[in-house]
Structure formats: C-alpha cells, structure tokens
C-alpha cells in the first residue's frame, strides 16, 4: 500500500500488498488505489463499457432514490411521525447530504464499480471492506424487494381505474399481510432483469425516459392535491414528539440511496473523475426537494391518521381531493412507471458491487463474468433479479424497508471515515471534488458530522431490525472466513 502521497514506481501501478502475516494483518490487508483504478471495467471474459455522460448518471440517481420514499413508504412513515414527517425527510436529507458529499469526494478518486465496498477495500481494509460489502448487498437486494413490493399496489390502482379489475390479494400481497405470494413485484423485477441484460446504455436511456413520467406525475400530484389542503390537518403538528419524527427518517433513510447507485456506475462512466461528483450532488437537491413538497402537500391534504396501512396513499389523496377516478389514474400510471424505474436502477447498483467483489474474489467468479456482446454481467444479472424477485414476492414492504435503512446506514458510516483515512494516508492524491473546509485545520468536520448522523438514525431503529442486522452480518462474517479470506486475489498474490 502506497502511502503520504508518494507516487507509485514507474510502469508499477499494481503494486502487490505486504507480505503474508499474522490473521490481523490479512483482515487489514489494503487494495492500492492504483490497482483498484487499473482493474476498472475488467471482468471475466469482457469488460464493461463506458458509454454513460453526467446527464445519465444523474438520472441513475434521481432513478433508485426518487419514488420509493414517497410513492410506497409515505404510508407507513406519516402514521409515526405525523404531518412532521416533512421534518423526517428534511432529517434523512441532510444526512444523506453530508455522507453524499464524502462519496462525492471519493467517487472522483477512486472511479469504480464496488461504490463504498471499494472505497473501504483502499482505506479502511479487506474485513471492514467485506462488511462494508456484504451491507451494500443488503441495501440494494432488499430494497429492491422493497420497492417491488409496493408496485404491485399501484398497479391494482391502475387497473381498477382503467378496466374495472384488480390482481387477487392472494396474489398481490406477501404472506402476513392478506396473500401467499406477491406476483406483481415478481414480475416488475423480472422486466427490470430484461433492460439490464441489454446493456448499461439501453438500461440509462429507458430510464431516462421513466425518471421523466414520474417528476410530470408528482408535480401533477401537488398541483392537483394543493385544491384540498386545510391548514387543520397541520394543527397537532408532532403527534409522536421528536421520537417519532427521528423514527420516520430513518425508516425514509433508503429512500436516499440513489447518489450510491450513480457511485456504482464509475465503470461505465466516460468521465467518472468529473461527472460522478456532479451528479451526486445535483440528484440529491432535486429529490430532497421533490420528496418535502409532495410530503408537505400530502399530509395537508388527508389527516395524517388516514395514512396508516396505505401503499398506495397518494393515488388516494386526489381521489378523495377532487372525487373522481380519472387524476387518481394518472397518478398511478405514474407511480408504476417511477416504481419500475427505481427497481431497474438499484438492480443495476447490486449487480455492479457483486461485479466488484467478485473480481476481487471475495465471491464466486461467476458474478464478475461479462458477455462479450452487451458489455453486462448477464449470469450476475440474473442470479440478483431472481433472489430478489422471490425475496419481494414473500416478505411485508416494513420489513424490508428498515432492514434496508440500517444496512445503508452502515455504509455511508463508513464512507465518511474512509474519506479521512484516505486524506491522512494519501494527502496528495489528485481530486476532482472535494468536502467543505478542505484546505482548513477543520477538513474532518463534514465527514464526521456524516458519521455521527448515522450514527444516531441507526439508533432509531427498532430492536427487530438490529436483530435481523445481527443476524445478517453473523452469516457474512461466516462466509468470509469460510470463503473470501482464502480466496481474496490479494490472498493468492502473497503466496
């Protein structure tokens, strides 16, 4: 590992780590940054393709963030905090803004697919790099179930408003809430394995397209819904005190993962140094403002008691506010498609960390096998979709919301401490962006804000979700040392 900023050897830059040792010294074992950059787009068998610009990877992000927290989870966040839950937003944004701003720094740096995992793997060590993996495997495979979970809601919106049907309960809610198997979120992440397997480039351009429907289908929400507004359902304002509000942002938090998913794109990107910190931070303003106005609207039009049990709550709110079918329609039409593209774009950001971890060989080679013809990861592509597929046709959307909440939490804790790591170990590393007060004595102040804000919304969440947690990191810890720890490349090269 290459340290204080010294350059690496002439025609070196995959410079092999120290020597074998003891067991602390393998768990701390760093990837050099050089090699990480050098390795970019490699895999078995192909290499991924630059073919993406600013414009995007900025509607990758605004594509895995944009719709979740609003269109699906609203229904369970008002009923804990109230009509404050426009602070709980405005909570989850602003630590979503100060972890954004040290995946920004890092993603002109180090421009590669794992997104934290990777940034970890160079600062922080291959064990806390493997957690920090195995985190964003959680965050990203479960929201996707998520997600899906609450498509199948606003598509029954739909086809009632539209032919008069609707899918069964038994087949369009998960066990423990009324069905036996959810067969819309089966199907919404089985279209979102298709676009993928076409290729980065045919994924970015439909999902240009579905991030434009949904921004014209929520400005339309609140210039329909501002006609019902009464400033009465604002009166008990904090029904739930501080706690609740505190509770709701960090059930939201997923909501706000998107600027993670455009970091996974540093592969594929034509101008990573430059477009990936652009993009993160232009994604996170317009979504943080979108999700407080519909919020806002939202719970001044219907009393917050109303949302409790809703999925689909916004389709309902203009149904009731102008009392007809046709805006609720419209809503929903737009609802499936923002839906839909939330799930195309945190799939694609699961896929590319496997991608990642697996050509490091912490997991089997087959995820990092690229098809010569679309530039795709097609058998990795398919293995998540299906995982996720089931896991979202089986599991209640709470459930799965939170356990996402804490694993993203996780990461972006560690992100903030990997930017100061780095900035200690290797000051004078080029960077294309970088946090507030950089070239002060005070440059560890918006990293260690981010920490400590996730920090202190991951101790909002309940006991269940930590237990589940627990449990999560218990098993990858024991396939790491079953599995990763032998077979990790950097394992192999000292050998």
Known sequence: MLENGAAPPAGNTDAPSPPAGGLGTRLMRRKPVERLVA??????GGTLRRSMGVWQLTMISIGATLGTGIFVVLGQAVPAAGPAVVLSFV??????????????????????????????????????????????????????????????????????GTLGITIPTALSAPPGQGGYFNLPALLVVMLAMVFLLGGAKESARANTIMVSVKIVALLLFCGVALQGVKSGNYANFMPMGMAGVSAAGATLFFSYIGFDAASTAGEEAKNPQRDLPRAIMLSLVIVTALYCLVAAIAVGAMPWQKFQGSEAALAGILKSVTGQDFWAVLLALGAVVAIASVVLTVLYGQTRILFAMSRDGLVPKVFSKVHPKSGAPRVNTVIVSVFCGVLAAAVPLGQLADATSIGTLFAFALVNVAVIV??????????????PLSRTRLWPLFPAIGFLLCVFMMSSLGAVTWVVFGVWMVVGLVIYFGYGLRRSRLATAEK
């Open 422 to 435: 780095l900035r200690r170990t290797r000051p004078t590393m080029p960077r294309s962006f970088r946090t």
């Open 91 to 160: 909570i989850a944004g602003i630590t979503a803004l100060f972890s954004a701003l040290s995946y920004a720094e890092l993603a002109g740096t180090i421009p590669v697919s794992g997104s934290s995992y990777s940034y970890a793997y160079a600062t922080l060590g291959e064990l806390v790099a493997w957690v920090c993996g195995w985190c964003l495997i959680l965050e990203y495979g479960v929201s996707v179930a998520a997600v899906a979970v609450g498509w199948g809601q606003y598509l029954n919106e739909l086809l009632d």
């Open 39 to 44: 390795e970019g787009g490699k895999g078995e």
